[in-house]
């Protein structure tokens, strides 16, 4: 049994549709990342999954559970977190704050001490700034901030979306080997990409277009099919 | 000049001082108490809802007039003051409430503009029915505690004077401590300043909205209470009329997200205008005690829009 387990699932905004039935699923402890031009719904499908957006049709299943049709907060409890695209942070919370309120769902104070220490041991910078206002930290600081708020939840599933977002290829790379080591420490993780330099962390791929999946396989695959290629320059059949 | 002929001038000066000055700034402290705490309520919803909350006053009076009803009796058994101030503070509690659930929730999707507009009409609709039970003569209501704590050379401190200014005073610090050491607190303004988020960690937002507007409601409704008890009737929109820019003047002079500020704000400008009142003669500005409140806050939002102690958190 895979740990998350997503069929047919169909939503959108208002009366307008956005996913037309997409199903996949995901192996606990892999690094699943989807990939997708601008529009091809990428962030409607983690909004939904996190229970942002509500579920049309289908049904997600996580650990064999049902969770479609739960809210945020259900969702985050049955250890689903989201770190959502635009970062997010409460810019007026100082870095530890933030953290500190990202760990709602738990009562252990030791694990959530721990917790902290660990994101701190993956992000150095947001201890050295962790009695700093988010909202002053930089661009990538506060991408730091978002993915450790949402390790602060303790998920087994953690989603990430746009990681590397205007962040330079340098600390985009920083970011994607964070990510990889997360993943490492026990932590199954789905990230949302535009930046092919996170091909290399992808145990699976998946590649979207206009709500539906075009794509899905591993991520040694898809180097190898040329899909990248087909999906992002709108090319087709050419060697890489 | 001989000592002797300066002594009659002396006499002069001392009862001059005390009624221009220390007996308007000690009543206009105790008013600006009250000021202070419907501006506290102010400030609570402007940081976790961005809006200016017009209906803030009438919670208050609702408050009130409940507890009017609940000493008057109006045909049950005269309530003792506390009972009936418990049930005053419950009914501006629960018109808070219903306030969110009815009108901000289903707004709050809009511009902040709908919004604003909306509570106003929640004032008005309160304003309407506080008329249509009580009547429009408007009704007299006790004080907390009848007496005098102190009087002596023309100078005269209500024990009710006392009780709001300590009132205020824990009230306050309660507050600040609520949100700068609790997690429920801190939650306010998390869902304030980013709310999916705020339900991507688990928050419930729309448990922490209808706590946020109680808690405004509670401390609206002990203002209102505090405000009828000082003396004077107590008629439908008394609070909105008489309290509601002035708190708001407080809330802006304070820095808006302030709550200490909005507490300090509260008192000087109670001070300011009561001072104004006495010293500015009728010929020269009628209704002084009004115009000195939009002076004030004309002046802070030219000079200082910051306000006193103005800034995040
Ligand atoms: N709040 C919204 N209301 C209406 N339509 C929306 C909303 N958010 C997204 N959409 C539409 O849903 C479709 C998918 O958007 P989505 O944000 O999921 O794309 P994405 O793959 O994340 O794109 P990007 O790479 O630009 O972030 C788009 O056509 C978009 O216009
Ligand atoms: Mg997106």
Redesign the interface.
């Known amino acids: 049994m895979s740990l998350l387990e997503v069929q047919e699932l169909r939503t959108g905004y208002g009366a307008l549709p956005v996913l037309q039935g997409i199903s996949f699923s995901v192996e606990e402890g892999e690094t699943c990342v989807i990939f997708g031009l601008n529009g091809a719904g990428k962030t409607t499908t983690v909004n939904c999954l996190a229970g942002v957006l509500p579920t049309w049709g289908g049904e997600v299943r996580f650990d064999g559970k049902k969770v479609s049709g739960k809210d945020a907060p259900g969702i985050v409890k049955a250890g689903i977190a989201l770190s959502p695209e635009g970062r997010r942070v409460w810019a007026g919370l100082t870095v530890l704050k933030n953290l500190e309120l990202g760990a709602w769902v738990r009562k252990d104070a030791k694990g959530i001490q721990a917790s902290i220490e660990q994101v701190f041991s993956y992000f150095p910078r947001l201890e050295e700034r962790k009695d700093q206002l988010a909202g002053t930290l930089s661009g990538g600081e506060q991408q730091m901030l978002a993915i450790g708020r949402a390790i602060m939840c303790k998920p087994r599933l953690l989603m990430i979306d746009e990681a590397s977002l205007g962040l330079s290829p340098k600390l985009a790379q920083t970011v994607f080997q964070v990510v990889s080591q997360i993943n490492d420490d026990g932590t199954t993780v789905i990230i949302v990409e535009q930046n092919v330099g996170v091909l290399p962390y992808a145990d699976q791929a998946l590649i979207m277009e206009k709500g539906t999946l075009t794509f899905d396989g591993r991520g040694a695959e898809l180097e190898a099919s040329g899909e990248l290629r087909k999906t992002y320059l709108g090319e087709s059949e050419q060697p890489a | 000049m001989t000592p002797l002929a300066l002594a009659p001038d002396t006499t002069y000066l001392a009862f001059e001082f005390s009624s221009r000055i220390t007996t308007p700034v000690i009543s206009g402290a105790i008013n600006g108490a009250v000021y202070g705490l419907l501006g506290l309520g102010l400030v609570l919803l402007y940081k976790s809802n961005r809006i200016f909350n017009f209906a803030q006053g009438e919670f208050a009076s609702v408050a009130a007039f409940t507890t009017y009803a609940g000493t008057a009796g109006f045909g049950l058994p005269k309530m003792p003051y506390v009972f009936a101030a418990i049930l005053g503070v419950s009914a501006a509690v629960v018109v808070a409430l219903l306030t969110e659930r009815l009108v901000v929730q289903p707004l709050f999707n809009q511009p902040k503009v709908t919004l604003v507009v909306a509570t106003a009409g929640t004032a008005l609709l309160l304003i309407a029915l506080e008329g249509f039970v009580f009547g429009a003569e408007g009704v007299g209501l006790d004080p907390v505690i009848a007496g005098d704590a102190l009087t002596s050379g023309g100078l005269r401190v209500t024990n009710q004077g006392v009780f709001v200014v300590v009132v205020l005073a824990v009230l306050a610090a309660l507050t600040a401590l609520f949100f700068s050491r609790t997690?429920t607190g801190?939650?306010i303004?998390?869902v304030s300043?980013?709310p999916?988020?705020?339900?991507?960690?688990?928050?419930?937002v729309k448990r922490i909205s209808a706590l946020t507007w109680g808690l405004a409601g509670l401390l609206g409704g002990v203002a209102g209470i505090l405000f009828a008890g000082n003396g004077g009737l107590l008629g439908p929109g008394a609070l909105t009329a008489f309290a509601l820019i002035p708190a708001f003047t407080a809330a802006v002079f304070g820095g808006i997200t302030s709550l200490p500020g909005a507490f300090l704000g509260g008192v000087l400008i109670g001070i300011i205008q009561t001072l104004g009142a006495r010293n500015i003669p009728e010929s020269v500005v009628p209704d002084a005690n009004q115009v000195v409140i939009f002076f004030v806050l004309l002046l802070t939002l030219l000079i200082r829009p910051a306000g006193l102690l103005g800034k995040?958190?």
């Open positions: 997690k801190t939650a303004l998390a300043m980013e999916t988020a705020t339900s991507l960690v688990g928050i419930p995040e958190t």
